[in-house]
């Protein structure tokens, strides 16, 4: 006689060490195997699109942290870009230049946390997660060194920075990325070829190229496809044409190539950190004379960046007052996580976490 | 009960006890009751104190170091704390199993203490079967964790319970293969007698296969990392014992202790010499070796990520087991055919066979990339 089985429901979350913040999944199971999950978001929704229309737009700037807290330079940036943009500003060389490194620091500082708490989800019991964040904290260090702040840093402003660096930055900054490929390098003796990271992880969480395209996936989601799509080039902001990097891309689109696109990126950053700090300008204007009220002309502007999750956009709409029309986020985390349904489907409960882990969402920037 | 059994085989086997020790056979029953009571409850602070310490230093952090000198308070703060913590019972738990379940878990482990030699002959039980009863025994708090997993009416508790039954259906067959080679070599079941076999070479030397076998399977048998799957954090919140709390979840902290204890013990004794050593005293040398082999755990738990579930099936079944049976095969050939020569001839052989056959494995055996059918 047959065992008669039936499906049931597990409610993953809002409150589970693994959902990254307070993502909700509905999961169906058939013993181990997922049969399909539901995602519940909305838990951490602060209204932070509308709450963009009663502030000035400088105002705005805090706020931007609270999306992607992890990698708020990344969010400020993007933000003042598009102002910057509306509003015609030239920003300095030299902040352009701070901006950059800055940007890459962000993003060495978002891959940490991100293959970090990746492996915690993979089990490996908070060695390769605080092997990181050791190295965050550095990054931290001088972002609060710069700012004050080792969170939200809301360091930047519309048309440059919002102070000069102090002058113990760049030594400190120099020393970090001296130290910095070595740790990369340590990450990689440890975890690259670790037989069990490479069970639980190659082969698991498949997408394709083409369906991270129709699901307008970005950033190493899309570029572990093998799909080579980085904003620093083909779109580039800043002063991204003038350095040279490589944009790492996977083979299959799995979580292990996801987890290595990281890693290789945190390479390349440093690669643009060193060269933007040759060439950075000793001296100069770190932000362009913007004033304190600021009223863009009536119109519309969308920047977007290479945020470390993906593409980051920000569409600011004015009407010539002080506060911004409307202000619309184009949220990388929300939609890296809109193929996550097809991704885990058939997979076990553990891949399940495995594969949520390895798109590296922050439900900050999920729910607004 | 093992009473009957241990009131006729014991006398016999306490010719080696040293005469000095309080004579007859209830002052012996209590003496050691107590003793194994002490050392297990004792050397689990112990352990997890050393865990906790050992653990933050490889993952480049400090650890417990407020309580007391050097931290070493922190379990026992911890144990007061659990103490009078309030005592929840899900209301739709099956109340009788829910409080069952953490004794039925606890009992077995400290009953395999009372065959664990500490020095020559000082044991509880010197069974004649004692490695058979340590097997056996200690497949019983399983039961115990299925209870829980089950009692406790909670999903990811009984996705927990039942990751525990499969991985100790499935690891009690290779761990008991691989006890079967250092059995045929020392020719006795019983612990005391295997230690005394190993009066001039460890175990390890002669078994290398089947030691590594036994550990890997012991560790996935008491549900160490990267086997620690029925309570998986990052997946199961807590696994088994989501829903329990106070004393009720301390006594299972416990059993993962005492396991891990019970098992480098074992360790200890079948492959390492026990209590042999020389200079030091025996139940040094005996509580060295056990340390020694828990801070192997805790280091395979410090750089290991945790296998999947059928992973871990397919890691049994397809790799554990054919090199147990072939590990077996070979000390059996071995005894039979130069029962004399064992030592000399035997340790390079042997190393190069286990070389040869994980070499072997390692090539056709992947832990599996993606999907692993079962």
């Not at chain 1, 597990?10 to 509905?26: D, K, Q």
């Not at chain 1, 690669?271 to 000793?282: G, N």
């Not at chain 1, 911004?324 to 949220?331: A, D, K, Q, T």
């Not at chain 2, 039942?162 to 006890?179: G, N, Q, T």
């Amino acid at each position: 006689m047959a065992i008669k089985t039936e499906p049931f429901v597990l409610n993953i979350g809002p409150v589970h060490p693994s959902t990254h913040g307070v993502f909700r999944m509905r999961a169906t199971l058939d013993g181990e195997v997922v049969l399909d999950i539901e995602p519940v978001i909305g838990y951490l929704h602060r209204g932070i699109e509308k709450l963009a229309e009663q502030r000035t737009f400088t105002g705005f700037i805090p706020l931007t942290d609270r999306l992607d807290y992890i990698s708020s330079m990344s969010n400020n940036m993007a933000y003042c870009m598009a102002v910057e943009k509306l509003a015609g500003v030239k920003v300095p060389e030299r902040a352009q230049y701070l901006r950059v490194i800055i940007a890459e620091m962000q993003r060495i500082a978002n891959h940490l946390i991100a293959n970090g708490s990746f492996l915690n989800d993979c089990g490996a019991y908070f060695t390769p997660f605080l092997y990181m964040f050791r190295e965050r904290e550095k990054v931290v260090d001088l972002f609060e060194m710069l700012s004050g702040q080792r969170l939200t840093y809301n360091f930047m402003r519309i048309g440059g920075l919002s102070q000069d660096i102090p002058d113990e930055f760049l030594p400190a900054l120099r020393r970090f990325l001296d130290k910095m490929p070595a740790f990369i390098d340590e990450y990689d003796r440890l975890l690259k070829e670790n037989e069990v990271l490479l069970a639980r992880t190659r082969g698991v969480g498949i997408i394709t190229a083409e369906k991270a395209l129709n699901c307008s996936i970005s950033g190493p989601v899309l570029r572990s496809t093998g799909y080579s799509w980085d904003l620093r080039k083909a779109d580039p902001y800043l002063l991204y044409d003038r350095f040279n990097f490589d944009v790492p891309v996977g083979m299959q689109g799995d979580c292990y190539d996801r987890f290595r696109v990281r890693m290789e990126e945190m390479r390349q950053s440093v690669r643009i950190i060193e060269q933007a700090l040759k060439d950075l300008p000793l001296k100069g204007a770190v932000r362009a004379d913007v004033p304190q009220r600021l009223h863009p002309p009536k119109g519309e502007a969308y920047a977007h960046i290479e945020s470390p999750k993906g593409e980051l956009g920000f569409h600011v709409v004015s009407d010539n007052s002080i506060a911004p029309y409307r202000v619309h986020i184009r949220p990388t985390s929300l939609l890296n996580l809109t193929a996550l349904r097809e991704m885990v489907r058939g997979w076990k409960v553990a891949d399940l976490i495995v594969i949520f882990g390895s798109i590296d969402i922050c439900l900050g920037e999920v729910d607004r | 009960m093992m009473m009957p059994d241990f009131g006729t085989g014991a006398r016999i086997a306490l010719a080696p006890l040293p005469p000095d020790w309080p004579g007859g056979f209830w002052w012996h029953w209590l003496f050691f009751t107590v003793l194994v009571l002490a050392f297990v409850l004792s050397m689990v602070m112990g352990v997890i104190y050393i865990e906790r310490r050992v653990l933050a230093r490889m993952q480049s952090r400090l650890g417990p170091n407020r309580t007391g000198p050097f931290g070493l308070l922190q379990a026992v703060a911890d144990a007061v704390k659990v103490l009078i913590k309030e005592n929840i019972v899900p209301a739709a738990a099956d109340k009788v199993v829910h409080w069952l379940a953490p004794v039925v878990a606890f009992a077995p482990v400290v009953m395999v203490f009372a065959v664990v030699p500490f020095a020559n002959g000082a044991l509880l039980a010197d069974l004649n079967i004692g490695i058979l009863y340590v097997v056996a025994v200690s497949s019983i708090a399983s039961v115990g964790i299925f209870m829980a997993g089950w009692g406790s009416s909670n999903k990811y508790a009984l996705l927990g319970g039942m990751r525990d039954v499969a991985s100790i259906v499935s690891y009690e067959i290779p761990l008991v293969l691989a006890i079967l080679g250092v059995v045929l070599v020392a020719g006795s079941l019983s612990l005391n007698d295997i230690v005394q076999a190993q009066q001039n070479i460890p175990f390890i030397l002669v078994q290398p296969l089947g030691f590594l076998l036994f550990f890997t399977a012991a560790c996935a048998e008491i549900n160490r990392s990267p086997f620690d799957l029925l309570e998986a954090d990052s997946e199961l919140t807590a696994g088994f014992h989501t829903e329990y709390s106070g004393m009720k979840f301390a006594m299972f902290y416990l059993v993962e202790y005492a396991e891990a204890l019970a098992v480098s013990a074992v360790v200890a004794t079948l492959f390492l010499g026990g209590w042999q050593g020389p200079v030091l005293p025996p139940w040094l040398w005996f509580l060295g070796k056990v340390f020694f082999v828990f801070l192997v755990m805790v280091w395979v738990r410090a750089t290991m990520p945790r296998v999947r579930i059928d992973q871990l099936m397919a890691f049994a079944w397809k790799c554990l087991f054919p090199l147990a049976l072939l590990n077996l095969l070979l000390t059996a050939a071995e005894v039979a055919l130069w029962p004399g020569a064992m030592p000399l001839i035997v340790i390079p052989i042997n190393f190069a066979i286990a070389g040869l056959l994980i070499i072997i494995w390692s090539k056709f055996f992947k832990l599996g990339w993606g999907r692993v059918e079962v």
